[in-house]
């Protein structure tokens, strides 16, 4: 008796094991079945405010829905972007498809192999659309310094960048305001076309008492300061190296008799300012010409709708848009922009490229403008709606005329030691050759033997 309820026993158990072993089985086959039926998900990480001109547009699900790849949009500025891919992804779920980012970047992510080239992909059929010829649809030099380095293509442009003189076209067109110019300055009253014209429009429209002021410079330390203050470097004809690409080194002339004078120039325009531009960035510029308290300024293209927007803007439809003051007269843009591209951590690298080629097709392009963004597909400009956007003509007339920046591998420290020595010149702590000289400098000891001083540094400062 013993022995059968002995025998009944371990039968029991091996078969409740036996179950829970099928059992477990079967779930592990579940979830296996349950992940394969998960779409496959895209990372595009970028900067909110340049991210949100292609969200707002709907397109995405236009994408996911027609080819069943999910894209989740992480919004991460450009130094946690280069943060990130410097670390390295700890995990699959943490691994980044896509990126926006600045172009002037891309020599530093090609240098640590963190970027994917593209070549590739556009020669294999199979993933390129072969009825998107980039070369052809896009503005091609643009295209070229905002998504190459050397002799290989990294990515498209997200967006183009420029910078549009905006001023009061209402104020200008005035009759009182025409009359008592040209009796003060013996000339018609129009957009500045040169420096000069420019102080004289400034200095007219300074009213003090009136808390009214002919322009601002964005005085604060950052970003844009050294932005607003290449304006003014590309207008005298100077640079910061002499090169002929982006991705090319050549001599350092940051200090040179061009730029000297440019930065002398740019220091007048604080006598013409609010009493705190030298706390002005991005924001504050904005705000200032929305909110009318200047005649105009410096800005770049992707602020201009926000003029526009009678919701934040006192001035909609007030706005006039022109190309940057030259000194000579001859017309220039300062080339600028975002750009998409690969990582090399990403695990689904033609899937990506299938995303970038959708984001430059026609219809996404044409939304995306109308949202605020600068397209570099021609056929965009065919599009009535973007034709009548009141910047547009601006837009176009920069493309030809741009001047290009370093994209080289040290752009990122080159661009933080010019901010530091433009603040000191902005605040007055050293005059424009001082400063300009000990800029010099700082380039020299951070290219090294790849470039050389062209003009010599002033020992008795």
């Keep these: 008796m013993n022995s059968l309820r002995d025998f009944l026993f371990r039968c029991n158990r091996h078969s409740t094991i036996l179950l829970g072993i099928l059992a477990l089985s079967y779930g592990m086959l579940q979830l296996g079945a349950g992940a394969s039926d998960q779409p496959l998900t895209l990372r595009l990480a970028g900067d909110e405010w340049f991210l949100n001109s292609l969200t707002k547009t709907g397109m995405i699900s236009v994408f996911e829905q027609k080819t069943g790849i999910h894209v989740e949009v992480l919004h991460k500025n450009d130094r946690t972007i280069m943060s990130d891919l410097a670390s390295g992804a700890s995990s699959d779920r943490d691994r980044l498809d896509v990126i926006v980012v600045r172009h002037r970047l891309l020599g530093s992510l090609v240098a640590k192999g963190q970027v994917r080239s593209i070549d590739s992909f556009l020669s294999d059929p199979a993933v390129h659309d072969t009825s998107f010829t980039p070369q052809i649809q896009l503005f091609a030099t643009w295209w070229r310094e905002l998504s190459s380095y050397g002799d290989h293509i990294y990515g498209y442009p997200f967006t183009g960048l420029t910078t549009y003189l905006c001023y009061r076209e209402d104020l200008l067109k005035d009759s009182k305001n025409q009359r008592e110019f040209r009796n003060r300055y013996h000339r018609k009253l129009t957009p500045p076309r040169t420096w000069p014209e420019y102080n004289q429009v400034a200095e007219f429209f300074t009213h003090p008492d009136q808390q009214f002021y002919g322009t601002y410079i964005q005085g604060k330390k950052g970003l844009a300061l050294w932005y607003e203050w290449l304006n003014l470097v590309y207008s005298f004809g100077g640079n910061i190296l002499d090169s002929g690409r982006g991705w090319e080194y050549g001599d350092i002339v940051v200090n040179s008799p061009q730029n000297i004078a440019a930065t002398t120039e740019y220091l007048k325009l604080i006598a013409y300012s609010p009493p705190d531009t030298l ?17 105009m300024g410096l800005l770049w293209s992707d602020q201009a709708p926000f003029l526009e927007d009678p919701a934040v803007s006192k001035v909609a439809g007030k706005i006039g848009y022109s190309l940057i003051p030259s000194k000579s007269e001859r017309p220039f843009s300062q080339l600028e922009g975002l750009t998409y591209l690969i990582p090399t951590e990403s695990k689904h690298p033609q899937e990506a490229y299938k995303f970038l080629e959708f984001a430059m097709s026609a219809n996404v392009q ?24 009141p910047y547009t003509a601006a837009f176009l007339a920069a493309l030809p005329v741009a001047e290009g920046k370093p994209t080289i591998p040290e752009s990122p420290q080159m661009t933080d030691a010019m901010v530091a020595r433009l603040s000191q010149m902005v605040s007055g702590k050293t005059s424009p050759q001082e400063g300009l000289d000990s800029l010099a400098l700082d380039l020299k000891s951070i290219l090294g033997n790849k470039a050389r001083l062209r003009f010599a540094v002033k020992t008795d400062h």
């Design 366 to 389: 044409i939304e995306q403008t109308l949202k605020g963004s600068g397209s570099l597909r021609k056929s965009t400009y065919d599009d009535m709606r973007v034709k009548e956007l």
């Design 279 to 295: 706390q002005f960035g991005w924001n504050e510029a904005q705000s200032a010409l929305q909110q009318g308290r200047v005649f």
